[in-house]
C-alpha cells in the first residue's frame, strides 16, 4: 500500500514535469524577445501560425499561464493582421476574423467545438474514403451515408437501363466514378480545412473532377457506338472528357469565387491572387477567363474535326452538348443555391417545361 502510494506520488510528479515541459516548448517563442519581435515585425507571413496557436490555446486550463501569454501574444497579432493584413489573402482573413469574433463555447450548437482540433469532418470522410471504395455503405452515418445512398441509387438505375438495352453490365465503372468523385472533395475539404494552400496546378488536377464526366460518360455509354469501358477509368480519360471537366470547374470559380471565400475554400481566381501578390481580383478573374476560352476552343475543336480524339463522333457531339448546357447554368445566375430561382427557371425551360406560343398558350408536343 505504502509502496503504491509512493509510486503514484511519483507518477504525478513526472506527468507536471512533461505537463511544464511542454507546455515551455510551445510557447518558448513568446518568452524569445528577439524571435517574438520578429514574429510581430513579419505578422502576416506568420499568420497561419498565429491562427493555429491561437486554436490551441483553447484546450487550456486552470494555471497554465505561458499558454495564456501565447494566446495573448498570437491574439495580438492576428487582430492586427484582421485590421490590416494583405487582402489579397482575404479567405484566410475570414477564418481569423471568425476565430477572433466567436467565442468556442458558442459555437457548440452548430457542431463546430472541434472542427479545428480533431478535423471531425475529415475523418469522417477519410472513413467515408474507405466505404466507397469498397462501395458498401453499410459503416457510414451522417452526410456521407446521405451522400453515398443518393450516389448508389443513381448508379444502380443507370446501371439497370444500360444491361437492359446494351446487355452489358457497367455497375463497376460507375462506382470508379462515384469513388474518384468522393476523394476529389476529401482533398479540397483537407485543404479548407488545414489551410493548406496548393499550387494553381495542384488545384486543378483536383478539382476538374467534378459534376461533368459523372453526367457525360454515363450518357455515352446508352450511344451507338458506344464509349469504351476502358475510357470509363480516371486515367485513361479522352482529351474532350478532361477539357470539359477543366471548362466546369474553371466557370464554377469565376461565378462562385465571392461565396467560396466567404467560407474559406480556395479556386482558381483565389489562387492566382496568391501567385500573383502585385494581381488585383480584376485580373485573376481575367486570367481565368482566359484559360476557360481557351479550354472552350480545344473542346470545340476536338468535337468536330475527326481523328484528335478516339472517342465516337456522337460521344464527341454529346461532349460539345453538355458544354453548352453547363454554360447556360452558368450564365443563368451567379449563385448555384438553393434561392436561386432564375437557374431553376433555365433548367426548366432547357428540359422539363413544354414549348408555349401565341396568345392561346397552346402546348406544342412531338
Known amino acids: 500500500m505504502v509502496y503504491n502510494k509512493k509510486e503514484k506520488g511519483k507518477e504525478r510528479e513526472r506527468k507536471g514535469w512533461v505537463g511544464c515541459l511542454t507546455e515551455r516548448r510551445f510557447c518558448w517563442f513568446s518568452n524569445d524577445e528577439k524571435v517574438g519581435g520578429h514574429i510581430e515585425k513579419n505578422f502576416e507571413f506568420f499568420s497561419s501560425v498565429m491562427l493555429n496557436v491561437h486554436r490551441a490555446t483553447d484546450l487550456m486550463f486552470s494555471r497554465e499561464y505561458e499558454l495564456e501569454e501565447a494566446r495573448s501574444f498570437s491574439r495580438k497579432l492576428l487582430e492586427k493582421y484582421a485590421s490590416e493584413g494583405n487582402g489579397e489573402r482575404s479567405f484566410l482573413k475570414t477564418m481569423i476574423k471568425h476565430e477572433l469574433s466567436v467565442p468556442r463555447i458558442a459555437r457548440l450548437d452548430h457542431l463546430e467545438h472541434r472542427m479545428w482540433i480533431e478535423d471531425k469532418d475529415i475523418n469522417s470522410l477519410w472513413a467515408g474514403k474507405t466505404s466507397f471504395h469498397r462501395w ?12 453515398f445512398g443518393i450516389l448508389d441509387d443513381l448508379e444502380k438505375e443507370i446501371a439497370a437501363k444500360h444491361l437492359h438495352s446494351q446487355g452489358s453490365d457497367i455497375t463497376n465503372h460507375l462506382q470508379h466514378l462515384g469513388y474518384e468523385t468522393f476523394v476529389s472533395w476529401l482533398v479540397e475539404a483537407k485543404w479548407s480545412r488545414s489551410q493548406c494552400v496548393p499550387s494553381m496546378e495542384e488545384y486543378l488536377a483536383i478539382g476538374m473532377t467534378s459534376v461533368a464526366h459523372t453526367i457525360v460518360l454515363p450518357l455515352s455509354c446508352f450511344l451507338t457506338p458506344s464509349i469504351r469501358n476502358h475510357q470509363l477509368q480516371p486515367n485513361q480519360y479522352e482529351t474532350p472528357t478532361k477539357l470539359l471537366m477543366f471548362i466546369t470547374r474553371l466557370s464554377n470559380d469565376i461565378q462562385r469565387y465571392q461565396e467560396e471565400e466567404e467560407q474559406g475554400k480556395l479556386n482558381t481566381v483565389l489562387l ?95
Open 272 to 366: 492566382y491572387l496568391n501567385e500573383n501578390p502585385k494581381a488585383d481580383i480584376e485580373d485573376s478573374i481575367a486570367y481565368v477567363k482566359g484559360m476557360l476560352e481557351t479550354k472552350k476552343k480545344e473542346l470545340l475543336q476536338h468535337a468536330v474535326i475527326d481523328g484528335l480524339s478516339d472517342l465516337p463522333k456522337h460521344c464527341k457531339q454529346l461532349h460539345l452538348s453538355c458544354l453548352k448546357v453547363f454554360a447556360m447554368f452558368f450564365h443563368s445566375s451567379n449563385r448555384c443555391d438553393k434561392e436561386d430561382t432564375e437557374m431553376l427557371k433555365g433548367i426548366q425551360q432547357a428540359i422539363c417545361s413544354p414549348l408555349l406560343v401565341g396568345r392561346t398558350s397552346k402546348v406544342l408536343t412531338n
Open 136 to 147: 458498401d455503405g453499410k459503416s457510414l452515418n451522417g452526410h456521407c451515408k446521405a451522400i
